[in-house]
């Protein structure tokens, strides 16, 4: 009895990697057959690549003390050194300080609010999204705004800074009508 339980034991096993050998054999066959059936197809790759004020800060630490009422305005430029033309969204990074909150940004595409918001909103997925052309380069105005209502303390021992680091995602429209980042 025991020995009849050994050879449906073993039948099944050798059953079992029959099936697995034939499966593995069609599967290789369908990856060759499938490699070799794409042979006039040609795939191109591009590069994205954006210039964002050549690296340098929108604007420097300790350039402004703020004050209710004040308004700042720079200047900085975005440019697609893609291959290929590119969706841009802009935002801040490592946004840190007392005035994150408080503060009212601006991103102006000349007369154009193309972003409106404090700092601590303009976080990685903010509304500033827009479409830039090979080697196309546009000027935006980044706009600093202390509201005069703002109840956050002014001068003496209080600590009135704002950190931050502006960022540029881009991504190819080739390929991309949804703008996937």
């Known amino acids: 009895m025991a020995n009849s339980k050994t050879v449906k034991r073993m039948n ?8 697995l050998s034939i ?13 070799i059936s794409v042979e006039d197809n040609f795939f191109h790759t591009g590069d ?6 050549d690296g340098a800060p929108v604007i420097r630490e300790d350039e402004f003390l703020f ?13 697609n050194e893609s291959t290929w033309d590119v969706y841009y969204k802009l935002y801040f990074d490592d946004v840190a300080g007392d005035l994150k909150d408080v503060l009212k940004v601006s991103v102006l595409d000349k007369d154009q609010v193309i972003y409106e918001g404090t ?19 546009k000027t935006l105005t ?6 005069k209502e703002s109840t956050q303390p002014v001068g003496g021992n209080a600590a009135n800074h704002l950190y931050f680091t502006l960022h540029a995602k881009a991504v190819q429209t080739k390929n991309n009508p949804n703008r996937r980042f």
Do not use: S, W
């Not at 099944?12 to 099936?19: E, H, K, N, P, R």
């Not at 994205?48 to 004020?53: A, F």
């Not at 980044?142 to 509201?147: G, S």
């Open 23 to 35: 499966g593995l054999c069609i599967t290789t066959f369908a990856l060759i057959y499938a490699t």
């Open 48 to 53: 994205v690549k954006i210039n964002l004020n």
């Open 12 to 19: 099944g096993a050798l059953l079992a990697i029959v099936f």
């Open 119 to 137: 700092p601590k909103k303009m976080t990685d997925n903010p509304p500033v999204d827009a479409c830039l052309r090979v080697g196309e380069q």
């Open 142 to 147: 980044l706009r600093f705004y202390y509201p």
């Open 67 to 79: 004050e209710p009422g004040m308004t700042v305005e720079k200047p900085f430029f975005i440019k």
